[in-house]
Nanobody, 124 residues
Framework: QVRLVESGGGLVQAGDSLRLSCADSGRTFSILVMAWFRQAPGNEREFVAGISRSADITDYTDSVKGRFTISKDNVKNMVYLQMNSLKPEDTAVYYC?????????????????WGQGTQVTVSS
């Protein structure tokens, strides 16, 4: 059973950094593609970043490229999202997701397991 728990959200100012963490109690990270999505009020949940099973392939949505970095530790069963140079438009609830697509998918329906979300608020 995969159970994802996010942590690390908070209230920061524009330009600050945060690191989100996602833990899996089921110890299955090594066989799953992992991703971070986010959802702002009134918006659809959108793909932010994803990482392959072996952590050798990553993908990002254009708006976070160069600022966010996704990483994965298959020994510790953790996935991280390092967020630098945060902007007010990054404000959202961030969700960790896991699934078994053939690639680093960007669509929600490719991911079966979801965390409860962690709030990130960036003030201007």
């Amino acid at each position: 059973q995969v159970r994802l728990v996010e942590s690390g959200g908070g209230l920061v100012q524009a330009g600050d950094s945060l690191r989100l963490s996602c833990a899996d109690s089921g110890r299955t990270f090594s066989i799953l593609v992992m991703a971070w999505f986010r959802q702002a009020p009134g918006n659809e949940r959108e793909f932010v970043a994803g990482i392959s099973r072996s952590a050798d392939i990553t993908d990002y949505t254009d708006s976070v490229k160069g600022r966010f970095t996704i990483s994965k530790d298959n020994v510790k069963n953790m996935v991280y999202l390092q967020m630098n140079s945060l902007k007010p438009e990054d404000t959202a609830v961030y969700y960790c997701a896991a699934g078994a697509p053939l690639w680093v998918a960007k669509t929600r329906n490719e991911y079966v397991y979801w965390g409860q979300g962690t709030q990130v608020t960036v003030s201007s």
